[in-house]
């Protein structure tokens, strides 16, 4: 629940008296470690969305709502139930019984404080029996007193539900144990002595180059690509919740803190909003949002290892989430202009504020920055199924189209498609079939999978009838056209797509054909929004026509 394993927060000074973060210095370049001084990275370890926003002078008498007022609002009644007098109420009533072992104490011995979050700390501690004797573990101490809603309740709960499943992947927190008395909850875990990847950061002045911070990034990426498979959403990605094993510069890196965590199928959309707010997402903010949040959470890690500052910044956490709804991040300003364009590419591809022209974890490992990389797994993209069946379900003219789209692939795009044709398992002749997609996700099947409902939906997938399908059809299948669009070049790709349509598929149709084909009634309206999609010199499909097929636009007129 938002608790880091970190050193305590006592060794970054705050000033207790206010909730603003130390403002932006017009001189950055003044400044010894420039990502310390304009970037208060720390400031969510005391504060967090749910804190009041200071009061500040306006320019204009009538400002557009704050977008902070309903956030903070949500975020509050997550953790404390809250009377209409705005006392929080007490939590008679809940049952706080985890059905964990009872005998802590018996087992472990607690040790000095190693963090605080805000909910409670984590300890080191000595295993005194079982598997794990004389070890020394890490304990995450929630009180149940800090329990004050079911919804808190859940959190640990399920938090406790998912260590246990997804523990085991090598850039994943170890899990060991739980256990419960009257008075807490105790989460025995893998002791990181490391620090955080925050601490790196400051500690290198603020900034990665761009071989380590690449290798930090596929560590993130491979056990991001990971949880997602098993359609768990982390909701929390920041530097303090990345912990170095040891003090080697080059130990492994372990993800940490599933408090805020959920499960989320690929054709279901979450709603409620938590998390940090310079990490958070634009979709998280409009309460619609998928494993697609992380990815940005992600891009915003990126940016910072890469130059030292954040891509969002302003004084107030209201300003923050204006910006990260608004702005765009700056690539002018050093040392953007010195790195390499793959890299730029990177993480642009990641702070792409439509969420649908963002790179998924297993595409974001085939990227040209990554690809290459011999520590990069790539997993089982699971969005490839949505694609797949949309594509078993569209009309054979918008096939034919994504044929010749398929046509204008990239190296790379190519390569995390072969990757994953390739997971599915293809047969000695080189065919998959729609079973393949569900025998693939058996073998990396976890009890997370099972309570994400993910493998319902990859039944949905290998329940079609459908004849086999050979490599270069699974590409067409597999593309998703917006991440293309959201790609360099977009217009000139469309183009020579439409070239390769114009030889092999373009064909006469007529207006009632193509209403047939996108599935609308025939009526005079449709007849004239169909208009521009067909050329009146030999009645093929226009070039507008083709890029609105290929993304499945329907063409049913607005009411």
């Known amino acids: 629940m938002g608790i880091c394993h970190g050193k305590p927060s006592e060794e970054r000074p705050e000033n207790p008296n206010s909730e603003e973060a130390p403002p932006i210095s017009s001189t950055p370049k003044q400044s010894k470690f420039p990502f310390y001084s304009p970037s208060p990275l720390w400031i969510s370890r005391k504060s967090s969305p749910a804190t009041s926003t200071p009061l500040r002078i306006l320019k204009r008498p009538f400002p557009p709502p704050s977008p902070a007022k309903h956030i903070k609002a949500l975020i509050a009644r997550r953790h404390v139930s809250v009377k209409p007098n705005g006392a929080a109420e007490g939590s008679v009533g809940l049952d706080k019984s985890f059905g964990f072992s009872k005998n802590f104490f018996a087992k472990y011995e607690l040790r000095e404080e190693v963090g605080r979050g805000h909910f409670g700390y984590t300890s080191s501690a000595v295993a005194k029996k079982g598997e794990i004797k004389g070890k020394e573990v890490a304990v995450k101490v929630i009180p149940k007193s800090k329990m004050t809603t079911a919804i808190a309740i859940e959190d640990v709960r399920r938090e406790v539900k998912m260590l246990r499943a997804l523990s085991g992947h090598k850039n994943l927190v170890e899990f060991y144990d739980a256990c419960e008395d009257e008075d807490n909850v105790y989460i025995v875990m893998e002791l990181c002595k490391g620090g955080e990847l925050l601490d790196r950061i400051i500690a290198r002045g603020g900034k990665y180059n761009e071989e380590d911070a690449k290798a930090v990034i596929i560590q993130i990426l491979n056990v991001v690509s990971f949880c997602h498979l098993q359609g768990v959403v982390h909701r929390d990605l920041k530097p303090e919740n990345f912990l170095f094993t040891n003090k080697d510069e080059k130990a492994p890196l372990k993800v940490i803190d599933f408090g805020l965590s959920d499960y989320v199928r690929p054709d279901e959309r979450l709603n409620d909003i938590v998390g940090s707010a310079y990490y958070v997402a634009p979709e998280v903010l409009h309460r619609s949002y998928g494993t697609e949040a992380d990815m940005w959470s992600i891009g915003v890690i990126a940016y910072i290892l890469l130059c030292g500052s954040r891509p969002f910044w302003a004084r107030t956490e209201s300003a923050i989430f204006r910006v990260v709804l608004k702005a765009d991040p700056s690539f002018d300003e050093e040392p953007w202009p010195t790195l390499s364009p793959e890299a730029r590419d990177f993480v642009k ?36 199924f949505k694609l797949v069946k949309s594509f078993i379900c569209t009309t054979a003219l918008r096939k034919a189209a994504l044929r010749a789209l398929a046509k204008t692939l990239m190296p790379h795009e190519i390569s995390y498609l072969r990757e994953q044709f390739s997971i599915l398992g293809p047969n000695k002749k080189g065919y998959i079939s729609m079973q393949s997609f569900k025998s693939a ?53 469309a183009r020579q797509a439409y070239d390769l349509f114009e030889k092999d598929g373009n064909r006469p149709i007529m207006i009632e054909e193509l209403a047939s084909e996108l599935g609308l009634s025939p009526s005079a309206p449709v007849h004239v929004v169909l208009q521009d999609w067909i050329r009146h010199s030999d009645g093929k499909l226009s070039f507008l026509g083709f890029v609105r097929l290929v993304h499945g636009l329907s063409a049913r007129p607005k009411v």
Request: proline content about 2%.
């Open 441 to 493: 996700m058996m073998k990396n099947s976890t009890e997370a999978m099972k309570d994400s409902r993910v493998l319902d939906f990859a039944d949905t997938v290998s329940a079609l009838h459908y004849r086999q399908m050979h490599f270069e059809e699974f590409a067409a299948a597999a593309i998703s056209v917006l991440l293309l669009e959201g790609s360099n070049g977009w217009d000139q790709r």
């Open 349 to 384: 591809r990641l702070l792409n504020k439509d969420y649908r022209k963002r790179m998924t974890a297993a595409q974001a490992l085939c990227h040209p920055w990554i690809c290459g990389s011999p520590d990069a797994i790539v997993q089982l993209d699971i969005s490839i």
